[in-house]
């Protein structure tokens, strides 16, 4: 039975992987993973362990883009890199709506919002949006061509789609924020690099509420589990963020758009029918 657990901490942490990049929502697809492969632990371990496998993802674009992201450098006179200082600057803005909403209202959007028909309406209607926006694009020119161009207004703005990933599971915290930065002329790749950076401090803020509201009082065999789980999602996540990077310059999100309204209609079909038997 232990080691059973074992498949489906690495096999949820294969879906984190895969899904907390691509712009196709990874709570939608945990849904489905917990439907049919639960985990044999408590609500409340799996509540925190859902959230804080996504630890593993995140290391995973430390690893990748150190040098974009660390804002000293050792071998310059200039120890300081000023344009990263200003990129965090950017992150931290973004991150603020998100921050204040979640650090307030956590266990209520929860309550409120993480039921199936919202993730199906969610994955649905972002399905659209990806769809309508990309033929509305098609062929033009983006305004903002890099991260460095990317202004504090800017960054606000699409610090409040990613709120609205927050509130409503299902969203794609990746799919709001790349249609947010879209929609306000930012290209394809740079919305999706800065996407890549927007989650690190997001998803550490988010795992460290929830470890705290848990406790620091794991047994071993749930330690074990949530190492594996990230770990998984560690190593998934480096193949999947070395994919989109090389997708984006030569595709659009279209397919992802499809594939969510497929997703979606699943999931509210699926559950429907189980409430009838």
């Avoid at 991260?147 to 794609?172: C, D, K």
């Avoid at 070395?242 to 758009?257: A, E, Q």
């Avoid at 699926?270 to 009838?276: A, D, L, T």
């Amino acid at each position: 039975m232990n080691l059973f657990e074992i498949v489906k901490a690495i096999i949820l942490g294969i879906v984190e992987g895969v899904t907390e990049w691509l712009p196709i929502s990874s709570t939608g697809h945990m849904l489905l993973v917990d439907e049919f492969l639960p985990l044999n632990m408590s609500e409340a371990f799996k509540e925190m362990f859902i959230v804080v496998i996504q630890l593993g993802a995140i290391m995973s674009v430390v690893v990748l883009y150190w040098n974009k992201l660390f804002p000293f450098s050792l071998k310059k006179k200039q120890f300081i890199k000023k344009d990263v200082m200003i990129m965090w600057l950017k992150i931290v803005v973004s991150c603020i709506p998100a921050a204040i909403v979640g650090l307030l209202w956590d266990e209520q959007i929860d309550d409120l919002f993480y039921h199936y028909q919202i993730v199906a309406i969610a994955l649905i209607v972002f399905g659209i949006l990806f769809i309508v926006i990309e033929n509305k694009n098609a062929g033009k020119r983006f305004k903002i061509n890099s991260i460095a161009e990317i202004t504090y207004q800017t960054a606000i703005i699409i610090g409040l789609f990613q709120l609205i990933a927050a509130i409503f599971p299902g969203v794609s915290r990746s799919g709001a924020t790349i249609i947010g930065a879209m929609l306000v002329g930012v290209a394809r790749s740079v919305a999706t690099e800065f996407t890549f950076f927007l989650a690190i401090p997001v998803m550490f803020g988010a795992s460290l509420l929830k470890i705290v509201k848990f406790g620091f009082d794991f047994t071993s065999f749930e330690l074990l589990i949530l190492v594996v789980g990230m770990f998984t999602a560690f190593i998934v996540s480096n193949i999947i963020i070395r994919f989109l990077t090389s997708f984006v310059k030569t595709h659009n999100f279209k397919i992802f758009g499809w594939y969510r309204i497929i997703l979606g209609c699943v999931v509210m079909i699926y559950f429907i029918g189980k409430s009838f038997l």
